[in-house]
């Protein structure tokens, strides 16, 4: 008789960088959606939200926080001086496209009274409510879902490239050597469709 195969597909994780000996998780829509269901207070749900979908550095989030007018109803707009480190920084400013979600996730996000928790905590929710979930929580940490949503939107948006990466204040460069090539499948494409559909159908603001 043979052996039963275990065909559950094994976690995304991708390096911090070169010379890191850390990994960063890459979600799979599936296993986002587990994680969001384990989280029991409302703000926290939103503070997930609103990271996942602007796609933002953590750091950057928790500035905005404190600096709504940065958000016009359709983008948010990003500067230097964000609390970025300086070889983070790939361009002077960008704009933040959302989605219809975004915008709703980020108009609830501005409405909480609660501020985003250090990176240690945000991490050891992650880490918590992906065991609750019964997920291997290898890799989850405050950059995770800046890592899914643009690997999600290259993916899911190919032709779009360059307004992804605009968005997410990358080059091409970077974004080629860390986002493309992930092992996503048909079904997460599917299910891939639910979180970022409708990204891109808007108009840049004029200067």
Known sequence: ?????????????????????????????????????????VHHKVMLQALLFTGMRYIELKRFQKNPRWYDGSFIKISVGTGVKKHQIRMNERYVILNPLGRMAINNFLMLKEELPTNQTWRENLIRWAESAGLDPIGLCPKTTRKTWES??????????IP???????????????????????????????????WGNVEYPSD
Do not use: C
């Open 1 to 41: 008789m043979s052996k039963k195969v275990n065909l559950e597909l094994l976690p995304i994780t991708k390096k911090a960088n070169a010379k890191s000996k850390f990994v960063v998780r890459i979600l799979r829509p599936n296993e986002y959606k587990k994680i969001e269901s384990q989280i029991i207070k």
């Open 152 to 161: 999600w939107l290259v993916f899911y948006y190919p032709q779009q490239i």
């Open 164 to 198: 992804v990466i605009l968005s997410q204040g990358h080059t091409l460069k970077v974004s080629l050597k860390h986002y493309l090539n992930f092992p996503f499948t048909k079904i997460d494409r599917i299910e891939m469709e639910d979180y970022v559909s409708g």
